[in-house]
C-alpha cells in the first residue's frame, strides 16, 4: 500500500468514526426530549358484596362493611348503615329528681315518726327528719349501683308523689267533711302521706321494671295528676250550692278535686299507652293551661255588681278554659316516638309570645305564632 492509498483509507476511517458519533450524539438528545410513558396500571378489582346466609331470626349482612369514619372496601362508598346502640342507662336528670325526691320522702317519714312519738322538744323532733333526709338519697345511690334502667328511677319519683298526693287528697276530704272531734289531724295527714309514698314508690319500681316506660311518660302522668286536681277544685268549687260560703264550699272543692286528681292519673296512664310527649309537648301543655286559666279571669267582671248567680260559678269556665287550653298545647307541639328522650316531634303552628293588650274597657291577652 503506498503512502497516498494509507492516507486514504485513514481518512475514509475518520469521517466514518465522526458520522456515526454524530448520528450516536442525535439520537440521545432524541431519546432525552421524549417524555417517558407510564407503564399501564391494571384496574382495580371489584368484587361482588359477599353475603353471609340468614340466619333464623337474624338478617343478612353484607360480609364488607366500614366502621364510621373508614373508607369502604373494594370500592365501596355506601355509608355505615348502622345507628349508633341507645344507652338503655338512666339519665343524669332522671336519677337527680329520685334523689331529691328520695331526700323529701325520708324527712316526711321522720316526721310522721315523730309525731306518732309524739315529740314535743323541738331539737329532738328534728334529728328523725334529718337523720331519714339523708337515709333515704343513701338508699337510692345503692339501688343505683349499677346503674338503673333508664325509666325506673322516674317511675319510682312519680309513683312517690303521686301516692303522697292521693294521701293528702284523701286526708284533705275527711278533714273538711267531718267534725273537728272525728278529725284525723296532722297525725292522721302524716300517715296517709307516707303510706300513699311508699305504696306508690313501690308501684312505680315494679312498674318501671316491667314495663320500661319513658320518663316522660313519668313525668306526663304526674302532670295529669296536678292538672285533675286544680280543674276538679274548680268544678267542685264553682258547682257548690249559691248559699254555701267558704266553709261549705270547700267540702265540695276538696271532694272535686280528689276526683279530679284520680281521673287526670287515669286520663295520663292511659294515654302514655299510646302516646309519648315530648318534653316540648309537656311545656306546652303547662303553659297552655297556665294561659287557659288567664283567659277565664274576665268571666268574673260579668257577676260584678248584678243579683243573679254567685262569682264562683264562674270557676266552671275557668275549669273549662284550662282544660282546653292544655289539650290546645299538647295539639301544637305536636307528637313524635320516644327515642331515648331525643328529637322533636313535627308541629303544624307554634306560640311566639302571649301579651297583654290593653282596652278602654280593661284588657286582653294577645297570642301571636306561626303556622308551619
Known amino acids: 500500500m503506498t503512502l497516498a492509498s494509507s492516507l486514504r483509507l485513514r481518512g475514509s476511517l475518520l469521517l466514518a468514526s465522526v458520522v456515526v458519533s454524530a448520528l450516536a450524539l442525535r439520537t440521545e438528545r432524541a431519546e432525552a426530549q421524549v417524555p417517558a410513558q407510564p407503564y399501564p396500571q391494571a384496574a382495580p378489582a371489584q368484587y361482588p358484596p359477599q353475603q353471609y346466609p340468614a340466619q333464623p331470626g337474624y338478617p343478612a349482612y353484607p360480609a364488607q362493611q366500614p366502621y364510621p369514619g373508614q373508607v369502604a372496601p373494594y370500592g365501596y362508598a355506601a355509608p355505615y348503615p348502622y345507628s349508633a346502640p341507645v344507652s338503655n342507662r338512666r339519665s343524669g336528670t332522671e336519677i337527680t329528681v329520685l ?46 349501683n349499677p346503674e338503673l334502667p333508664r325509666g325506673v328511677p322516674a317511675a319510682i319519683a312519680s309513683g312517690m308523689v303521686i301516692g303522697a298526693g292521693e294521701g293528702i287528697g284523701v286526708a284533705s276530704l275527711q278533714f273538711v267533711t267531718t267534725n273537728s272531734t272525728d278529725a284525723w289531724g296532722f297525725r292522721g295527714l302524716a300517715r296517709a302521706t307516707v303510706l300513699g309514698a311508699t305504696l306508690g314508690g313501690a308501684g312505680g319500681f315494679a312498674l318501671g321494671y316491667l314495663q320500661d316506660p319513658s320518663p316522660k311518660s313519668s ?107 292544655i289539650v290546645a298545647g299538647g295539639l301544637l307541639a305536636g307528637t313524635a316516638p320516644d327515642s331515648a328522650d331525643s328529637g322533636q316531634g313535627s308541629h303544624f303552628a307554634s306560640i311566639d309570645y302571649v301579651l297583654p293588650l290593653p282596652t278602654s274597657n280593661g284588657a286582653l291577652l294577645t297570642i301571636g305564632g306561626r303556622l308551619e
Open 99 to 144: 334523689y331529691t325526691t328520695a331526700a323529701i320522702y325520708g324527712a316526711g317519714l321522720g316526721i310522721w315518726i315523730d309525731s306518732e312519738a309524739k315529740i314535743r322538744d323541738p331539737g329532738i323532733f328534728l334529728i328523725g327528719p334529718a337523720v331519714l333526709g339523708v337515709a333515704a338519697p343513701i338508699g337510692v345511690y345503692l339501688l343505683d
Open 219 to 325: 313525668l306526663f302522668t304526674t302532670s295529669g295528676v296536678f292538672w285533675g286536681t286544680a280543674i276538679g277544685s274548680m268544678f267542685g268549687y264553682g258547682a257548690s250550692s249559691a248559699g254555701e260560703g267558704y266553709s261549705r264550699a270547700n267540702d265540695a272543692a276538696a271532694r272535686g278535686g280528689l276526683i279530679g286528681f284520680n281521673l287526670g292519673l287515669a286520663a295520663a296512664a292511659g294515654l302514655s299507652t299510646v302516646y309519648v310527649p315530648t318534653y316540648r309537648a309537656l311545656s306546652y301543655m303547662w303553659a297552655g293551661a297556665g294561659v287557659g286559666a288567664a283567659v277565664s279571669l274576665p268571666v268574673y267582671l260579668a257577676y260584678a255588681g248584678s243579683d243573679g248567680p254567685p262569682a264562683k260559678r264562674g270557676l266552671v269556665f275557668s275549669g273549662v278554659s284550662t282544660t282546653l287550653g
